[in-house]
């Protein structure tokens, strides 16, 4: 049969990214963005192909919508090397798009296939991510219009999560916030989480999941999931993206009562503190220097006390959440480092494994310094493994567009 490929869109509110993958055998063929970069009529698209040049093209874009099928007429007639090194150039032939959503609410718990009725669906909890999901049905829409040959599917990132216990997703307030305004935990990063799930059984040679596994996606936002046997049991992130881990900006899990006294002592609105929680917390809040971890990290090395307690105060926060999700599941035979201060920060791992001995986790220092994903930074004899893996969302999406394509129709 002709090769044919997988298109992945992650549509935000102001950029779209693609992905292209060689249906067959998962290969990324090509990258690309498109960003309207302020211009509310014209956006550029950036394409980069594994094996080529960049390619940039100027796109008009009066509206979201028709500038994400522009992009997508111009991505499938281009002519690429799409079938590995040296093979001959042609055009795209785009079987299955993936279109990666944040939220799915309790409705949407697997991978789907969009059609008229799903597309109801996921307006239907648009409420519950209003940023995201209302990008992410336009470029469904979009890609219907531009690629009308090719099936449709929905990836959401908190499906990963469609089988945590009541224990883990009910919050301890009236039970009629749950029955009457769907109030409850979520979890968010489910796709990275999913891969990591895969890949961790991948690398320690497992026929199937690991057994008890922890995965810390640390990257701008944060979290940590507890997986057993390859079902996610709880993530850190709650009803929105808010709760769990202090991340680059946001201030994660904190005292309920502060949020009132706040309001009521020190006159702060909603909005504001809406806009604190988000943007003026968590790294940047405490550190007063960045919200970006590299930048703190420089910042304390060369004595900047506040950033040195910011690193502190995250460190600390990981730790004992990975420890509690740790023993909600009896033990950890894997922990994953993942997103890119979990990639790169030796320092934050080391932080996070020492305490975690009790566990069984036994970090070895000089691997720790050493290696890069992928690789096993456990000492030889630790009872559970410390894994860095290089998260892979975009293939992730695409692995399980093909395996919904590959379903008959009934
Ligand atoms: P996003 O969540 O936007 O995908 P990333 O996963 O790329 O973000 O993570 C961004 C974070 O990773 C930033 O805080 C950045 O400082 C941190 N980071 C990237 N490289 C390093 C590094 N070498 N050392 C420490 N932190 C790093």
């Known amino acids: 049969m002709a090769h044919m490929e997988i298109l992945?869109?992650?549509?935000?509110?102001?950029?779209?990214?693609?992905?292209?993958?060689?249906?067959?055998s998962l290969r990324q063929i090509a990258r690309g963005l498109l960003?309207?970069?302020?211009?509310?009529?014209?956006?550029?698209?950036?394409?980069?192909?594994?094996?080529?040049?960049?390619i940039r093209r100027e796109i008009d874009a009066p509206d979201y919508r028709s500038g994400v099928v522009a992009a997508m007429k111009v991505l499938s007639g281009l002519e690429l090397a799409v079938e590995g090194q040296g093979a001959a150039n042609r055009s795209l032939r785009i079987r299955v798009v993936?279109?990666?959503?944040?939220?799915?609410?309790?409705?949407?718990?697997?991978?789907?296939?969009?059609?008229?009725?799903?597309?109801?669906?996921?307006?239907?909890?648009?409420?519950?991510?209003?940023?995201?999901?209302?990008?992410?049905?336009?470029?469904i829409n979009a890609a219907e219009d531009a690629l009308p040959e090719a099936m449709q599917v929905g990836l959401f990132?908190?499906?990963?999560?469609?089988?945590i216990p009541p224990c883990a997703y009910l919050y301890p307030v009236p039970?009629?916030?749950?029955?009457?305004?769907?109030?409850?935990?979520?979890?968010?990063?489910?796709?990275?989480?999913?891969?990591?799930?895969?890949?961790?059984?991948?690398?320690?040679?497992?026929?199937?999941?690991?057994?008890?596994?922890?995965?810390?996606?640390?990257?701008?936002g944060g979290s940590a999931t507890a997986v057993r046997d390859g079902t996610a049991v709880t993530n850190t992130m709650g009803?929105?993206?808010?709760?769990?881990?202090?991340?680059?900006?946001?201030?994660?899990?904190?005292?309920?009562?502060?949020?009132?006294?706040?309001?009521?002592?020190?006159?702060?609105?909603?909005?504001?503190?809406?806009?604190?929680?988000?943007?003026?917390?968590?790294?940047?809040?405490?550190?007063?220097?960045s919200s970006d971890f590299r930048q703190v990290e420089i910042a304390a090395s060369e004595g900047h006390k506040r950033a040195r307690l910011a690193l502190d105060v995250y460190a600390y926060r990981v730790r004992a959440m990975v420890g509690a999700l740790a023993v909600s599941i009896g033990g950890i035979d894997a922990l994953v480092f993942t997103?890119?201060?979990?990639?790169?920060?030796?320092?934050?791992?080391?932080?996070?494994?020492?305490?975690?001995?009790?566990?069984?986790?036994?970090?070895?220092?000089?691997?720790?310094?050493?290696?890069?994903?992928?690789?096993d930074i456990a000492q030889r004899e630790s009872a559970a493994r410390v894994l860095i893996i290089h998260t892979r969302e975009d293939l992730m999406i695409a692995r399980e567009a093909r395996r919904l394509a590959l379903v008959p129709d009934k």
């Open 339 to 375: 997103g890119g201060i979990g990639e790169n920060s030796a320092w934050l791992r080391s932080q996070v494994c020492d305490g975690l001995e009790c566990l069984g986790v036994h970090l070895d220092p000089s691997l720790n310094e050493n290696e890069r994903a992928d690789a």
């Open 157 to 163: 990132d908190t499906a990963f999560f469609g089988d």
């Open 239 to 289: 009803f929105t993206p808010l709760e769990g881990f202090m991340m680059g900006t946001r201030s994660g899990t904190l005292d309920p009562g502060l949020l009132l006294y706040v309001q009521r002592e020190h006159g702060l609105t909603v909005d504001q503190l809406d806009h604190i929680l988000h943007k003026e917390s968590g790294l940047l809040g405490l550190s007063g220097v």
């Open 35 to 54: 960003d309207w970069a302020g211009d509310a009529r014209r956006a550029t698209l950036t394409l980069s192909p594994q094996d080529g040049e960049e």
């Open 8 to 24: 992945v869109i992650n549509a935000g509110s102001s950029s779209v990214k693609f992905a292209v993958f060689d249906f067959d």
């Open 98 to 139: 993936g279109h990666r959503l944040i939220h799915g609410g309790e409705e949407i718990r697997r991978p789907v296939r969009i059609d008229e009725e799903m597309k109801k669906t996921i307006e239907g909890v648009a409420h519950l991510a209003p940023l995201h999901i209302p990008a992410g049905l336009q470029a």
């Open 175 to 220: 039970y009629q916030w749950y029955e009457d305004w769907g109030i409850r935990r979520f979890g968010f990063h489910g796709t990275s989480h999913a891969y990591c799930t895969q890949r961790a059984a991948e690398m320690m040679e497992l026929e199937g999941p690991v057994s008890r596994l922890v995965i810390c996606h640390l990257g701008q």
